[in-house]
């Protein structure tokens, strides 16, 4: 893989990112707000699924709200993301942080999915309650966990470069 990463970083158009003065930090600071969006965002569900904020307000409402403006975030934090990749691909691929950071956003689509196929079906029968069944709440407490992972694992990356 080491191979291909040399390449891709010492493509023209990786180099001219790496090298421009203003375009890699706005791609950096563009990572680093849709994050923050997009992550502030998933808190709020997750929030809510533990019970701790907008006990009033159904699931269902909170997820239909977020959810419109979180994945078009994650979206974004995945295309700067793999834009910052590509601009050092070799050192990014050998930081044992950046490894841990996309093994953790692989856990984090797992329990996404897991909570869609197990409990998003059956959110009508808690939906209203105050607090989630046990079993949401779980994926919630462990998306937060995970997130605060990425977040650390991301800055960790970015230190060891």
Same mark, same amino acid.
């Given at each position: 893989?080491?191979?291909?990463?040399?390449?891709?970083?010492?493509?023209?158009?990786?180099?001219?990112?790496?090298?421009?003065?203003?375009?890699?930090?706005?791609?950096?600071?563009?990572?680093? =707000?849709?994050?923050?969006?997009?992550?502030?965002?998933?808190?709020?569900?997750?929030?809510?699924?533990?019970?701790?904020?907008?006990?009033?307000?159904?699931?269902?409402?909170?997820?239909?709200?977020?959810?419109?403006?979180?994945?078009?975030?994650? #979206?974004?934090?995945?295309?700067?993301?793999? =834009?910052?990749?590509?601009?050092?691909?070799?050192?990014?691929?050998?930081?044992?942080?950046?490894?841990?950071?996309?093994?953790?956003?692989?856990? =984090?689509?797992?329990?996404?999915?897991?909570?869609?196929?197990?409990?998003?079906?059956?959110?009508?029968?808690?939906?209203?309650?105050?607090?989630?069944? #046990?079993?949401?709440?779980?994926? #919630?407490?462990?998306?937060?966990?995970?997130?605060?992972?990425?977040?650390?694992?991301?800055?960790?990356? #970015?230190?060891? =470069?």
């Amino acid at each position: 893989m080491l191979p291909l990463f040399h390449w891709i970083q010492n493509t023209s158009w990786a180099t001219s990112l790496r090298q421009a003065d203003l375009l890699f930090p706005l791609v950096e600071g563009s990572h680093i =707000l849709a994050l923050s969006f997009s992550v502030g965002l998933i808190l709020m569900l997750d929030l809510r699924l533990l019970g701790m904020a907008f006990r009033t307000e159904p699931v269902s409402r909170i997820m239909s709200q977020v959810m419109p403006w979180a994945l078009p975030g994650f #979206a974004v934090m995945l295309v700067t993301g793999l =834009l910052l990749f590509c601009a050092k691909a070799e050192s990014v691929y050998t930081n044992r942080y950046f490894r841990v950071k996309v093994l953790t956003l692989a856990l =984090l689509g797992l329990n996404a999915a897991f909570y869609q196929y197990k409990y998003y079906p059956r959110m009508a029968e808690w939906d209203k309650d105050p607090a989630a069944p #046990a079993g949401p709440k779980i994926v #919630a407490l462990v998306s937060l966990v995970l997130w605060v992972a990425v977040i650390v694992c991301g800055r960790l990356t #970015a230190y060891e =470069l």
